[in-house]
């Protein structure tokens, strides 16, 4: 049981180790620059069977990688999100990719996702955009609902003098989207202002409001979301050097009882009579 458990932390703490990790980050790598080079027609033509062949090392070096990490943390394994990403990433490239799901040899190159889950910073990065999600659904909502009543009053307004570009509801919506990216909004605005030269205080305010307030609040909302993600990042780093600096005191501690304990016994055992006569 005890040789059990001493393994099962060894390899706990080989998939842990940086040059574990780096050396995965280079095995994703060389698989992404494989995945790229079987694009070209004339590489598959030369070196295809090398290809191949690196590719499902690669394969092979990840399934060894998850199969590890399963023996090391047992049910954890699923408790981690990432990890879950992992599984199904490799589980895809698994999958035969012949008949129906030939269609899922398109979707190897997924495997080059694996850098989020072992890279920290894009750990972090990516956790910050999914925490985020909450508060950019409510701001889309309030984009979205700006949208719909700009395009009803540029469809009222408009659709008689451009009904190329607002013609009906659906058009004006695409119109507008379109104008908000700051794609073309120039023409279209001059196509309008031919007719109607006040037209400029609608796409002036428009764009106001859609771009520079909106969808300066994602921004806004992301990078609050970031630093979040960061600060309890620093907290958890804390905690764990905490951890660790309260169990180095343990041991010494406890090193320094075992040492007290010695010397009381070596005066016990010099403080005792000899029992020679006299």
Sequence with gaps: MGCGVTRRDRVRKL???????????AVIIVNAVTLALETSQRMLTGYGQLLHTVDYLALSI???????????????????SWNVFDLVVVGIALVPAAGPFAVLRALRVLRILRLISVVPSMRRVVSGLL?????????AALLALIIFVAGVMATKLFAPIAPD????????????????T???????????????????????????????????????????????????????????QAAVQADA?????????????????????RSEPTGEPA
Excluded at 170 to 178: D, I, K, M, V
Excluded at 191 to 207: S, T
């Design 15 to 25: 998939v842990e180790h940086r040059r574990f990790q780096h050396f995965i980050i």
């Design 62 to 80: 990840f399934v060894v990688e998850l199969l590890l990490k399963f023996y090391a943390y047992r049910g954890g394994f699923f408790r981690d």
């Design 131 to 139: 925490a985020a999600v909450p508060g950019m659904a409510s701001i």
């Design 165 to 180: 570009d607002f013609g009906d509801l659906g058009t004006s919506l695409f119109t507008l989207f379109q104008v908000m």
């Design 182 to 240: 700051g794609e073309a909004w120039p023409e279209i605005a001059d196509n309008v202002m031919r007719e109607a030269p006040m037209a400029w205080i609608f796409f002036v305010g428009y764009i106001l409001v859609s771009s520079f307030a909106v969808l300066n609040l994602f921004i806004a909302v992301v990078v609050s979301s970031m630093e979040d993600q960061l600060r309890d990042d620093m907290r958890a780093e804390e905690a764990k």
């Design 249 to 269: 005191n343990s041991e010494i501690l406890a090193e320094l009882r075992a040492l007290r304990s010695e010397v009381a016994a070596l005066r016990s055992q």
